[in-house]
């Protein structure tokens, strides 16, 4: 499993070889030799001697005779590979015994190669290298499969590996902590059966169509990356990204990907509340209204039930700016702001900016008489914050308010109930400012009224 972007070189440096001999002249010839090379080399001439010095030493290499007195060589390195300090050390046999069988036996004891005496340099520089090379290649090898354990148990993506039939072989601690679930209770789980539907529907047929049928549109639904919910063991529900993407190598394998959208979630929360909310008061916007009276609209048409709407004027207010200047202008609409909602009294009244100095409060199921009221009541809550208003005929900051009631039927427009509102305001500022005018509008009052007339 090698990738060049992943390739660790193995650090360079001389080998250290431990040659185990008790013939001086073989000993010198290969000391003089693995010198010559640039190798550091150490000595023992016997099988204790070689198990104590390959723990403290950790050669990269044994070169071991058969031979020995006490310990003797096939002993030497059963034991070597019995400890697990000195296990992965290449060990190669060199022997004057060159039978079929004492080669057999070497390599049954977990050699690595065997030489036969007399010594032939160059044969012996050439598998002392084959060695190192194998030995580097696989120290390499492990050096990189760490890195990898490494990265993957500490990414905060979850990563799981999934057989064909959709089940979890590996789940890395992030796929726990996403999951809820400890890796042994993973281990053997159908993916689909963690997730909350549609999409576990999906993944367990996307599975299911490895062994038989093929649905093009589920193939596109489970390729590449995907919302879904994860189902937590408490019952609740969690929101990722899931990607599922075939293993690149020849393994029958896919790889899960898991990535935590919550603090996407929070931002597009944020941004859709901040597109429906007026950024001076932080109260909603006309796009925002627009949207509730739409919605009140349709409810109140299919209940038959009154709809009520006030607008609200603030009197004489570009003579405030002039006067007082644009921030105390601000600061006013917002304290206008704050009473209108607090007058929305019901979850279902909505109190809107809808422009300048203009506000609006929606109240479904409301009758005309309690849009009476509330108008009046408003209108009472301004006056009562005793702004200051060095411009105005009262002195205080005052607001003009125009309510409309209506039950509507499919002859009404739906501009209707704001235009009747909106004149019942005129009608208040036309009355001397600083008053509320209600009226009721549409189809069904004004048959009731033709009615009446006749
Ligand atoms: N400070 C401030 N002023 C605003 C804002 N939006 C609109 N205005 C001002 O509100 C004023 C509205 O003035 P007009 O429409 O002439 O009405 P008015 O002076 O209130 O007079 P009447 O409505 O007839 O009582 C204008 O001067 C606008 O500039 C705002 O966000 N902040």
Same mark, same amino acid.
């Given at each position: 499993m090698k990738h060049p972007a992943f390739a660790i070189p193995a650090p360079t440096r001389q080998a250290a070889i431990l040659i185990v001999d008790d013939a001086p002249a073989s000993l010198g010839l290969l000391q003089d030799m693995l010198r010559g090379r640039g190798h550091r080399t150490f000595v023992a001439t016997s099988g204790e001697r070689a198990l104590d010095l390959a723990q403290r #030493?950790?050669?990269? !290499?044994i070169l071991l005779? #058969?031979? @020995?007195? *006490? !310990?003797?060589g096939l002993e030497t390195c059963r034991r070597l590979k019995a400890e697990p300090t000195t296990a992965d050390i290449p060990v190669i046999f060199v022997s004057a015994c060159s039978e079929t069988e004492d080669i057999v036996a070497g390599f049954d004891c977990g050699a690595a190669d065997y030489i036969a005496k007399p010594l032939r340099l160059p044969e012996v520089c050439a598998r002392v290298h084959a060695q190192l090379r194998f030995r580097s290649a696989s120290q390499s090898d492990t050096r990189q499969a760490r890195h990898l354990r490494m990265i993957v148990e500490g990414m905060d993506e979850g990563l799981m590996l999934l057989g064909l039939d959709g089940r979890i072989q590996y789940a890395n601690p992030a796929s726990e902590r996403c999951l809820g679930y400890s890796g042994s209770e993973l281990a053997g789980r159908q993916l689909a059966a963690l997730l909350a539907e549609p999409a576990a529907n999906d993944y367990a047929a996307f599975f299911e169509q490895r062994s038989g049928t093929h649905d093009g549109a589920v193939l596109e639904r489970c390729r590449g990356t995907r919302e879904v919910l994860l189902q937590q063991p408490d019952g609740s529900v969690r929101a990722m990204d899931l990607s599922l993407s075939p293993m690149a190598s020849g393994e029958q394998l896919f790889v899960a990907l898991l990535h935590d959208i919550a603090h996407h979630k929070r931002s597009e929360d944020a941004l859709q509340r901040a597109a429906l %909310?007026?950024? !001076?008061?932080g109260i909603a916007n006309r796009r925002h209204f627009d949207a509730c009276l739409d919605r009140e609209w349709q409810r109140a048409m299919r209940n038959g039930h009154p709809l009520s709407l006030l607008v609200l004027d603030v009197d004489h207010f570009k003579r405030y700016n002039d006067v007082l200047g644009h921030a105390a202008g601000d600061q006013c609409l917002q304290a206008i702001a704050s009473t209108v909602r607090a007058q %929305? @009294? /019901?979850?279902t009244d909505l109190a809107a900016r809808y422009g300048g100095e203009e506000f609006v409060l929606l109240l479904p199921d409301t009758p005309y008489e309690g849009a009476v009221k509330v108008a009046e009541a408003l209108r009472a809550d301004i006056e009562r914050l /005793?702004?200051?208003?060095? *411009?105005s005929d009262a002195d205080f900051v005052t607001a003009s308010v125009g309510a409309a009631t209506i039950v509507p039927?499919?002859?009404?427009? !739906?501009g209707s109930l704001f235009v009747a509102a909106d004149r019942a305001m005129y009608e208040a500022k036309a009355g001397g400012r600083n008053r509320a005018r209600a009226v009721r509008a549409g189809y069904a009052w004004e048959s009731v009224q033709h009615a009446l007339a006749r």
């Open positions: #030493v950790q050669p990269d !290499l005779d #058969v031979m @020995l007195p *006490g !310990l003797d %909310a007026d950024p !001076l008061t %929305a @009294l /019901r979850a /005793r702004v200051p208003h060095p *411009g039927t499919q002859f009404d427009a !739906l």
